[in-house]
């Protein structure tokens, strides 16, 4: 952004677009069960990638075989060592016993009922009957715009399917520097007042965002 260059930054702004709204749902309603669906699916994402490196687990044999026919990756070099698979099985047993824990067992029989349901790995937001892509969620939180418009855009870029760039011929952009800037300052924005609603309700914003925000943000969008 200080380069003038935008487009390296437009992953950031559509992961943080995408974390704005995990975020909304999440604070929407029944704030706890949906937390810990997105708690429990990141610890289970992690456990699959763990265990993808054991070759004695169904991952891991299944990855020995996707590894054998990567013409670019050689086996025994992302074998662990000894010592490495010590601290993997450390590292299992240990994500294994935080799933195993009370307060995440609907959330773990919801996640195994939703993926025979859709014969697929649900996305968090897809359980308890919840919406069934980036799509939908968006839908579900009223941002049909956002979704169509900016993050399509964006994904486009993120996927190198964006020949834009290569038209115009142009590196550096000063008019996509403050789009993407004024994006991420708004998306920053919108997350710090969902979060004080949710945990701080009756707080202020004015005083801190006239004192150090607001004259910075305006700068962002003047010729």
């Not at 044999?61 to 670019?72: H, I, S």
């Not at 990756?73 to 590292?91: I, Q």
């Not at 115009?168 to 998306?187: H, V």
């Amino acid at each position: 952004v200080s380069e003038s260059c935008p487009a390296p930054a437009i992953p950031l702004v559509r992961s943080s677009w995408e974390a704005l709204i995990s975020m909304e749902y999440i604070l929407e309603a029944d704030y706890l069960r949906r937390s810990l669906a997105w708690l429990a699916n990141y610890a289970r994402t992690r456990l699959d990638g763990y265990r993808s490196l054991d070759s004695s687990t169904i991952q891991g044999k299944e990855f020995l075989e996707v590894l054998a026919a990567d013409r670019w990756v050689k086996v025994d070099v992302l074998a662990p060592s000894n010592t490495d698979m010590e601290e993997l099985l450390k590292g299992i047993a240990n994500l294994e016993k935080f799933l195993a824990r009370p307060q995440f067992q609907t959330v773990e029989e919801e996640y195994v009922r939703t993926k025979k349901k859709r014969k697929s790995r649900p996305q968090w937001f897809q359980l308890f009957d919840g919406p069934t892509s980036i799509r939908g969620l968006a839908r579900h939180l009223n941002r049909h715009a956002q979704y169509d418009f900016l993050y399509r855009s964006w994904s486009s870029v993120v996927h190198a399917q964006d020949a834009s760039r290569l038209i115009n011929r142009r590196l550096r952009d000063a008019n996509s520097n403050k789009q993407i800037t004024s994006f991420a300052t708004s998306l920053f924005l919108s997350a710090t007042q969902m979060l004080l609603k949710k945990f701080r309700p009756g707080e202020d914003l004015s005083v801190w965002y006239k004192d150090e925000v607001r004259e910075r943000f305006l700068l962002i969008g003047k010729p």
